[in-house]
């Protein structure tokens, strides 16, 4: 009788643990939707702290957690060498941030240097949409 409550336990938590690592459900997004920097431009020379400005066509901006057809909110990659996976909600960090309030626009503030910035649209659960909508990613140098 053990090893028949041991057996079932192990399935249990190996269908748990199989379920928990798979992708959740992408949220489509229309064609031809499309996300940009509006500011700074490609290859502009900016001060330690400037306002990145985003833009959106296509779809509509809504903050997090408002589940609406063909709608997301903003995230700023900070140097990111690619792109979030798109299947899961993607993670906050210094070099990922969140705009779940539906802003379409930060104040900036970051170290002397070149930098490379990218927005991606994540749904109402922070998840990519699906074709993904993401910016080109676009180089300041920080003076």
């Known amino acids: 009788m053990n090893r028949i409550k041991t057996a079932f336990l192990f399935v249990l938590a190996f269908s748990f643990a199989c379920a928990a690592s798979a992708a959740l459900p992408r949220t489509p997004s229309p064609e031809g939707a499309k996300v940009y920097i509006i500011s ?18 296509g779809m509509g901006v809504a903050p997090a957690g408002i589940e609406l057809p063909n709608t997301g ?3 700023l990659l ?10 899961v909600p993607m993670p906050m960090s210094e ?7 539906g802003q ?21 659960l922070h998840i990519p949409h699906q074709p993904v909508v993401a910016s ?7 003076k």
């Open 40 to 57: 700074p431009a490609d290859g502009e020379t900016v001060g330690k702290t400037f306002t990145v400005q985003f833009g959106l066509k």
């Open 136 to 142: 080109e990613q676009i180089t300041v140098v920080v």
């Open 78 to 87: 900070i140097n990111a060498k690619s792109l979030p996976d798109e299947g």
């Open 95 to 101: 070099s990922l941030k969140h705009f779940g309030k």
């Open 104 to 124: 379409t626009e930060v104040d900036l503030t970051l170290e002397p240097g070149t930098h490379t910035l990218q927005l991606v649209l994540g749904d109402y």
């Open 73 to 75: 909110h903003h995230h």
